[in-house]
């Protein structure tokens, strides 16, 4: 780009130089443009731990919701759905969302590849899409969250709803940094009671179980399915921290 001079427009090079700055003692220091705006570091950056967490609530959360699968295909079918669909699926979309975010960094994360790969419009419509995905997505763990809690009914249950919905988002504008600890505390209270029970369970374990179909119900492949691709999807959600990460 040139200005009305026909030189070289100072905005579009400023990015691309370095300059010297002028000491107090008459020496030269080479400054990027990029120093003037430093990387926020320390406290604001995310760790490990939480950043796992973080990942693990943006993919599955848990087990809970996977019965249906039980459901539609069976114990045994669930069991391998579970063990073999996140190396067929899981792994291939966390390498490729793990390389674009450490090649193009930034919260913006999927909506900056799609405006870097396809221009503007593209990246404008994959983050509407994207951000409708996830209200209508999110807006069903409180409920979900409601329904196992067998004793909860009526003005209890819609208190239960309203209330986690509050909670999560007021944690929510305290910053990334807090949401990944308290990711971090969440993560081990919605694990412990899965813990407890496997413990319990590996005594009286009967492989011969599994085989088990629920009576009354052919096998539902396309629930099945969609079950284990919503329980281990959402990897490139990941790539929104992408500016908060070393």
């Not at 926020?40 to 731990?49: A, F, M, Q, S, Y």
């Amino acid at each position: 780009m040139t200005n009305q001079q026909g030189g070289i427009s100072s905005q579009t090079t400023a990015p691309l130089l370095r300059s010297h700055q002028q000491q107090e003692d008459g020496t030269t220091t080479n400054v990027h443009a990029d120093d003037h705006h430093p990387h926020p570091r320390g406290n604001n950056k995310l760790t490990v731990l939480p950043l796992v967490f973080l990942i693990y609530f943006e993919v599955a959360g848990g087990p809970y919701g996977a019965e249906r699968a039980v459901q539609a295909a069976g114990p045994l079918f669930t069991l391998l759905g579970f063990l073999v669909f996140p190396f067929l699926w899981g792994v291939p979309e966390s390498l490729v969302t793990a390389e674009l975010a450490a090649a193009i960094p930034g919260n913006g994360g999927f909506v900056l590849w799609a405006d870097r790969a396809f221009g503007p419009l593209a990246g404008s419509l994959l983050g509407t899409w994207k951000y409708l995905s996830c209200v209508v997505n999110v807006a069903a763990y409180p409920a979900l969250v409601a329904d196992y809690l067998d004793q909860v009914g009526g003005v209890a249950r819609t208190c239960t709803v309203v209330g986690m919905t509050v909670v999560l988002s007021l944690v929510s504008y305290a910053g990334l940094s807090v949401v990944g600890w308290g990711a971090v505390a969440l993560g081990f209270v919605s694990l412990a009671p899965f813990v407890l029970m496997t413990a319990m369970a590996v005594p009286k374990l009967q492989p011969r179980r599994w085989t088990t179909q629920v009576q009354g119900r052919n096998k539902d492949w396309r629930l099945f399915f969609n079950i284990l691709f919503w329980n281990l999807n959402y990897w490139d959600s990941a790539s929104t921290m992408a500016g908060e990460v070393e």
